[in-house]
T-cell receptor
């Protein structure tokens, strides 16, 4: 039984560089979510997909952020022209719909922008 | 905007003691989930409560959903060092899509 996987687990980059993270959800889950968590806080919603359709985006998701789920399976989150304020843990979760929206999280990608 | 407030923010207790964590909101949630998170890892789902007044037990952990589905509590009996972690509550709205998380309660159980 494989859970949600995320790669890379850690990413250190310089300000202004682009970074891309990947999330592989639980295979039978058709919903996929991205959250961001900063130190000492709970996760904050960024965006979610049902199959390949991106259905909601948070105001936190600036123009520098883009997420895709091209075939309704894995997803990527790209941050362009990174800023120090982007440093955070980026979490991916998946769930089955319909249902009570129980979301299962991956281990996260820790981004540090120098 | 739905907000969830957790209290206390930090709890330090001795092994064997009991503890309760609270999660409160002015909004109604269709379901509420409790997670535990270890440093450097993603949150791990502990339980989902759906019905107002619902009580669920998971070994030494007891979860309760308020009658109005606006608040919840987590009670740990006879805490053990392995219970140490960040406990997060998260509510799902009527649309059932995104989760709104509380700020978390950091629990430290000392042996």
């Amino acid at each position: 039984d494989t859970g949600v996987s995320q790669n890379p687990r850690h990413k250190i980059t310089k300000r202004g560089q682009n970074v891309t993270f990947r999330c592989d959800p639980i295979s039978e889950h058709n919903r996929l979510y991205w959250y961001r968590q900063t130190l000492g806080q709970g996760p904050e919603f960024l965006t979610y997909f049902q199959n390949e359709a991106q259905l909601e985006k948070s105001r936190l998701l600036s123009d520098r952020f883009s997420a895709e789920r091209p075939k309704g399976s894995f997803s990527t989150l790209e941050i362009q022209r990174t800023e120090q304020g982007d440093s955070a843990m980026y979490l991916c979760a998946s769930s089955r719909s319909p249902g009570y929206n129980e979301q299962f999280f991956g281990p996260g990608t820790r981004l540090t922008v120098l | 905007t739905q907000l969830l407030e957790q209290s206390p923010q930090f709890l330090s207790i001795q092994e064997g003691e009991n503890l309760t964590v609270y999660c409160n909101s002015s909004s109604v949630f269709s379901s509420l989930q409790w997670y535990r998170q270890e440093p450097g890892e993603g949150p791990v789902l502990l339980v989902t409560v759906v019905t107002g007044g619902e009580v669920k037990k998971l070994k030494r952990l007891t979860f309760q959903f308020g009658d109005a589905r606006k608040d919840s509590s987590l009670h740990i009996t006879a805490a053990q060092p392995g219970d140490t972690g960040l406990y997060l509550c998260a509510g799902a709205g009527a649309a059932g899509n995104k989760l709104t998380f509380g700020g978390g309660t950091r629990v430290l159980v000392k042996p």
